[in-house]
C-alpha cells in the first residue's frame, strides 16, 4: 500500500532541544494525523488536523497541515526523556476513500 | 472505560500453520481496522470495516489472510499456511464510524513470530 515519506528517520537529541519532523505524500488528504508510539504499545493519537493551512498544538507540540494538502510537519519544544518514542504521520481522506496511510516513521531519541 | 483489547498479546507458530487474532473494539465504535507493522517499519493498512461488512479488502497482502467481524463487535483476523514473512506486530483500531473526522483509538497489539 501507499506510504507517506517521513523524515528524518531518527533524531539524537539533547534534552531541553526543539525537533522537526516532516511527511510527505504525493497524494492530496483531507486529514493529516500525528502518533507517537512506545515500544511494545500501539500508537496513540497526539494531534489531528483537518483543514489546510491549519495550525494545532498540544502542549509542547504544534503541528501544521501543509497548505498543498501533500505536507505536514511536527514540531516538539523543549524536549524531555519522556519525548521518546516512534513518530508517524498518517493521512487520509482526498482521494483515499477511508484508508489511512502511515509515514515510515521518525524515531526521536533524547540524552539527558 | 475499556480500549480496543487484542488477544493473544503474543503467538508463535511454525510456518505453514494456520493462526487466528482476534481484535474487541471499543464498546459502540462501528468501524473496525486492521493494520500491520513489520519490525521497524511504518504501519500497513490491511482492511477496515463499517459494522460487519468490508467494502475493500484490496489491502490484505495476499489471499491467506481472511477476515471477519460478527455482530457489529469482534473481529478475528486469520492468516492461513503462515510465512515466515507474515511475521509483524498486527495492530487493530476502532472508531465511532468510518469517516476521516473520527478518530482511531490502537489496540497493543498481537506480535506474530512464525518460525
Known amino acids: 500500500g501507499q506510504q507517506l515519506n517521513q523524515s528524518p528517520q531518527s533524531m539524537f537529541i539533547q534534552e531541553g532541544e526543539d525537533v522537526s519532523m516532516n511527511c510527505t505524500s504525493s497524494?492530496?488528504?483531507?486529514?493529516w494525523l500525528w502518533y507517537k508510539q512506545d515500544p511494545g504499545e500501539g500508537p496513540v493519537l497526539l494531534i489531528a488536523?483537518?483543514?489546510?493551512?491549519e495550525l494545532t498544538s498540544n502542549g509542547r507540540l504544534t503541528a501544521q497541515f501543509g497548505i498543498t494538502r501533500k505536507d505536514s510537519f511536527l514540531n516538539i519544544s523543549a524536549s524531555i526523556p519522556s519525548d521518546v518514542g516512534i513518530y508517524f504521520c498518517?493521512?487520509?481522506?482526498?482521494?483515499?476513500?477511508?484508508?489511512?496511510?502511515f509515514g515510515t516513521g521518525t524515531s526521536l531519541t533524547v540524552i539527558p | 472505560g475499556a480500549g480496543v483489547s487484542q488477544s493473544p498479546s503474543n503467538k508463535v507458530t511454525e510456518k505453514g500453520k494456520d493462526v487466528e487474532l482476534r481484535c474487541d473494539p471499543i464498546?459502540?465504535?462501528?468501524?473496525l481496522y486492521w493494520y500491520r507493522q513489520s519490525l521497524g517499519q511504518g504501519l500497513e493498512f490491511l482492511i477496515y470495516?463499517?459494522?460487519?461488512?468490508?467494502?475493500?479488502k484490496s489491502g490484505l497482502p495476499s489471499d491467506r489472510f481472511s477476515a471477519e467481524r460478527t455482530g457489529g463487535s469482534v473481529s478475528t483476523l486469520t492468516i492461513q499456511r503462515t510465512q515466515q514473512e507474515d511475521s509483524a506486530v498486527y495492530l487493530c483500531?476502532?472508531?465511532?464510524?468510518?469517516?476521516?473526522?473520527?478518530?482511531?483509538?490502537f489496540g497493543p497489539g498481537t506480535r506474530l513470530l512464525v518460525l
Open positions: 498518517a493521512g487520509l481522506g482526498g482521494g483515499t476513500g477511508n484508508q489511512f496511510y
Open positions: 464498546s459502540g465504535h462501528t468501524a
Open positions: 488536523l483537518y483543514k489546510a493551512g
Open positions: 483500531a476502532s472508531s465511532l464510524d468510518v469517516s476521516w473526522r473520527e478518530t482511531q483509538y
Open positions: 470495516f463499517q459494522g460487519n461488512s468490508a467494502p475493500d
Open positions: 497524494s492530496i488528504f483531507n486529514t
